[in-house]
């Protein structure tokens, strides 16, 4: 089932920007909406990877592992016509850093009690930091922000697609069964 859904795809950041600079930031609206797209798919992949490893342990009588709140899809239309506004850009950009940290912890904290061998190490993303830099320069350093996020989302998507492969490894390993 996994193996249907769509993949999460990379965001060449340098490419958008300088799409946006030429189009006077129209650009930035595709940018976003893809951003955001990817983010909502990645967070469905991992939502029934998680479902597919319950199963399985379920299936084995094992012990299932506590769950956690899983950021919510957010509406890549919506959110990518709106920063027109502007303002909502660095709204946007607070959440979309705030769902990868939160995501990345539910992830580490699941993986910790099916598979403790797991060789995963969540990232930071210092966001009093870059709100504070986006303050001090009027909002320029909003574009640092975003050129963080996009590098953070495209590291978790590339390092999920290698944790994918592993965990069916370990759970095979570990006689816990293969997710579908």
């Known amino acids: 089932m996994l193996e249907s859904m769509p993949r999460e795809r990379i965001i060449w950041f340098s490419m958008w920007f300088l799409a946006s600079i030429v189009t006077f930031g129209v650009a930035f609206f595709p940018m976003f909406y893809r951003l955001i797209e990817s983010r909502n798919i990645h967070f469905q992949r991992e939502t029934i990877l998680e479902k597919q490893i319950m199963?399985?342990?379920?299936?084995?009588?094992?012990?299932?592992?506590?769950?956690?709140?899983?950021?919510?899809?957010?509406?890549?239309?919506?959110?990518?016509?709106?920063?027109?506004?502007?303002?909502?850009?660095?709204?946007?950009?607070?959440?979309?850093?705030?769902?990868?940290?939160?995501?990345?912890?539910?992830?580490?904290?699941?993986?910790?009690?099916?598979?403790?061998?797991?060789?995963?190490?969540?990232?930071t993303i210092p966001i009093k930091k870059y709100a504070l830099i986006t303050i001090v320069?009027?909002?320029?350093?909003?574009?640092y922000w975003l050129y963080k996020i996009i590098n953070n989302y495209n590291a978790h998507f590339k390092a999920q697609w290698k944790l994918e492969k592993e965990i069916i490894r370990l759970m095979e390993e570990n006689k816990i069964g293969k997710p579908l």
Not at 55 to 60: N, S
């Open 55 to 123: 199963v399985a342990l379920q299936a084995q009588e094992k012990k299932l592992p506590k769950t956690l709140e899983i950021p919510r899809d957010r509406n890549a239309t919506a959110w990518a016509a709106s920063i027109i506004l502007v303002v909502p850009v660095f709204i946007i950009v607070y959440f979309l850093s705030k769902d990868l940290l939160l995501h990345e912890r539910h992830q580490d904290e699941f993986l910790s009690e099916v598979l403790p061998e797991r060789m995963f190490m969540p990232q």
């Open 137 to 143: 320069t009027l909002g320029v350093g909003g574009v």
